[in-house]
């Protein structure tokens, strides 16, 4: 106490305007007391020693002033002062703090005058000024607001020259995403805040008919997205939006100027293989009517140059030779070129280079049956599936094959490939993909029986090998739980809960029954909300604590409905003696007066 005693009294014989006008110097001295003056100052207070206050500016900035060894110390949140000047707002803190004590005058009346400041006192004393004075106050605040400072000097190149200075939005841009430190996602807001001003002034340009500055400034801009890339974190995707908005912006720009295709051409090939980015990802299929018969064939050439250096790779060979990036935005590329061109033939080809995942053999599938082609697709299904061992498959590609095989009749192959995989793997999820089929073939009745009986032998086979084996080695057919699902997806809540009873189910599934069979049989229901309160408080955790008073409301409104209110207290009698030590759960039980 003491200290902070002797810290106050250091503020009131060090803190003086004489000192504030040594520090800040005249000029901006003079404009903190004007903030002062006109009311800019609000959430002033001192604790320890320490004034803090914040300053209504172009925003609201974060001052703090202190007295260490014998020396005034300050900080504020503006440019100014992270470069450790004593700024205007320090000033027109430090002029509040002086006049803390002095009274407020009264009106007329005998009431405290409402010093309060509004838009239209502002505005009043805006008006006011003289326009030289009102120039110098911009002036001084672009000393201290980039974005400001960034902003007037792009409305002055616009206005102010016949010719547009292209510098003037390059260097924003740059300045906009330049950090001395990795901008972490706290302060992603503000850093590209910052850099969509600058965007935004230049989609204002496209609007005033400057396309192809444009086209010039974006590419730029990308360029320096890209770098900026590398010292942020983007996991809010704003870098990415305005990356996307430049390439808007772009493309928009060049649909009005048209520039010459060759060299549009030129440029995007180049942005397109070297960017990590996806920077004009597919850009012959979005340039194409810009780039029109000579730019497309200019950019054809060129990426079927770089194509033929791509070796092709069959089923489970790997890529060898070091550049699979590169493999990836070439065969992009000729992607775009063929989507461009309409011709499935060679979108296939393009494709059918590298055949070693399953996968490319469903999309190339996929390619044919969305043409029309239904025994193409079908066909290179059957081969992706007969390519790979059982192990490497694509269940998609079974999928694919079985619908289409239902679509031609052929219900017996498709059935046989969905049971194969249902014994493979026994699960909930493929007894609904099983379901499905079946009812397309309109035979679900028996096969429903079938995967009914074949599900209750492998748990009891799993049961049978439980005493050689560790509880976590079970796997998920150590109880019940595939079936009561299967009953509660086929809404037979009965059935369901008659497996529960006889081969036991997850607790979340116990929790599923409990709250279905409330009305119907609240004993039992109650009898499950008791045992997850006891699984709960195994573990010592404020959220299983508040589960349990939850469950605990549940228990109560079931026994009152019951007709039985007065066998609660004894339960929650239960619940304090066993964990008495559990000091947070009993505050909250405590909190319902239980």
């Given at each position: 106490?003491?200290?902070?005693?002797?810290?106050?009294?250091?503020?009131?014989?060090?803190?003086?305007?004489?000192?504030?006008?040594?520090?800040?110097?005249?000029?901006?001295?003079?404009?903190?007391?004007?903030?002062?003056?006109?009311?800019?100052?609000?959430?002033?207070?001192?604790?320890?020693?320490?004034?803090?206050?914040?300053?209504q500016g172009t925003r609201l900035y974060k001052v703090q002033i202190w007295v260490e060894d014998d020396e005034l110390n300050h900080e504020c949140s503006c440019p100014l002062g992270e470069d450790a000047e004593f700024c205007k707002h320090c000033v027109a803190v430090g002029l509040a703090w002086l006049a803390k004590d002095k009274p407020t005058p009264l009106t007329k009346s005998g009431e405290k005058a409402d010093n309060s400041i509004g838009e239209k006192d502002v505005r009043d004393f805006l008006m006011g000024k003289s326009k030289e004075s009102l120039v110098e106050m911009l002036l001084e605040q672009c000393e201290e607001d980039e974005r400001l400072n960034r902003r007037l000097l792009a409305m002055t190149a616009r206005t102010g020259r016949d010719r547009l200075d292209l510098s003037v939005w390059k260097n924003a841009l740059e300045e906009a995403a330049s950090s001395d430190d990795f901008v972490d996602w706290r302060g992603m807001h503000d850093y590209s805040s910052g850099i969509h001003e600058v965007v935004d002034s230049v989609g204002e340009l496209l609007h005033e008919g400057h396309a192809e500055a444009v086209i010039e400034i974006t590419e730029h801009g990308l360029a320096v997205m890209e770098r900026a890339m590398e010292q942020v974190d983007d996991s809010g995707g704003d870098m990415g939006m305005l990356m996307e908005q430049l390439q808007s912006l772009h493309l928009k720009a060049c649909q009005k100027a048209m520039p010459e295709p060759v060299h549009l051409a030129e440029r995007l090939f180049a942005w397109e293989l070297r960017s990590g980015w996806d920077t004009f990802f597919h850009a012959a299929e979005t340039y194409a009517d810009v780039l029109g018969e000579r730019g497309l064939a200019w950019y054809r050439k060129r990426t079927e140059e770089a194509w033929s250096t791509i070796q092709p790779l069959g089923p489970g060979e790997r890529d060898t030779d070091g550049y699979k990036s590169k493999r990836l935005r070439i065969t992009s590329m000729m992607e775009s070129l063929a989507k461009a061109s309409g011709d499935i033939e060679a979108l296939v080809a393009v494709k059918s280079k590298d055949l070693s995942h399953p996968y490319t053999f469903l999309t190339i599938a996929e390619i044919y049956q969305k043409a029309g082609q239904e025994d193409r697709a079908l066909e290179w299904a059957e081969r992706g599936w007969k390519a790979f061992p059982e192990k490497g498959r694509d269940a998609r590609l079974r999928e694919f094959i079985a619908h289409a095989c239902h679509r031609r009749g052929r219900h017996d192959?498709?059935?046989?490939?969905?049971?194969?995989?249902?014994?493979?793997?026994?699960?909930?999820?493929?007894?609904?993909?099983?379901?499905?089929?079946?009812?397309?073939?309109?035979?679900?009745?028996?096969?429903?029986?079938?995967?009914?009986?074949?599900?209750?032998?492998?748990?009891?086979?799993?049961?049978?090998?439980?005493?050689?084996?560790?509880?976590?080695?079970?796997?998920?057919?150590?109880?019940?739980?595939?079936?009561?699902?299967?009953?509660?997806?086929?809404?037979?809540?009965?059935?369901?809960?008659?497996?529960?009873?006889?081969?036991?189910?997850?607790?979340?599934?116990?929790?599923?029954?409990?709250?279905?069979?409330?009305?119907?049989?609240?004993?039992?229901?109650?009898?499950?909300?008791?045992?997850?309160?006891?699984?709960?408080?195994?573990?010592?955790?404020?959220?299983?604590?508040?589960?349990?008073?939850?469950?605990?409301?549940?228990?109560?409104?079931?026994?009152?409905?019951?007709?039985?209110?007065?066998?609660?207290?004894?339960?929650?009698?239960?619940?304090?003696?066993?964990?008495?030590?559990?000091?947070?759960?009993?505050?909250?039980?405590?909190?319902?007066?239980?």
């Open positions: 106490m003491a200290r902070k005693k002797n810290q106050s009294a250091a503020l009131e014989s060090i803190l003086t305007t004489a000192a504030m006008l040594e520090l800040a110097g005249n000029r901006y001295y003079w404009r903190g007391n004007e903030y002062f003056e006109d009311g800019a100052v609000t959430r002033l207070q001192e604790s320890g020693g320490v004034i803090t206050g914040k300053v192959e498709a059935m046989a490939m969905t049971w194969s995989a249902f014994t493979e793997r026994v699960s909930f999820d493929m007894y609904k993909t099983l379901a499905e089929h079946a009812k397309l073939a309109k035979e679900w009745p028996t096969w429903r029986d079938k995967a009914l009986a074949h599900i209750r032998e492998q748990i009891a086979a799993s049961r049978r090998q439980q005493s050689d084996r560790r509880r976590w080695d079970y796997g998920p057919l150590y109880d019940h739980s595939i079936l009561v699902q299967a009953f509660l997806w086929e809404e037979d809540r009965d059935a369901a809960w008659n497996e529960a009873r006889a081969g036991g189910c997850s607790g979340s599934l116990w929790l599923e029954l409990a709250g279905l069979r409330e009305k119907t049989d609240p004993y039992n229901s109650v009898q499950i909300y008791r045992e997850h309160i006891r699984h709960l408080l195994k573990h010592a955790d404020n959220r299983n604590y508040e589960e349990s008073v939850e469950y605990l409301a549940k228990i109560k409104k079931l026994l009152g409905a019951m007709g039985k209110p007065g066998d609660f207290p004894a339960i929650v009698a239960d619940v304090r003696n066993e964990h008495r030590r559990k000091r947070n759960l009993m505050a909250l039980l405590d909190r319902q007066k239980w």
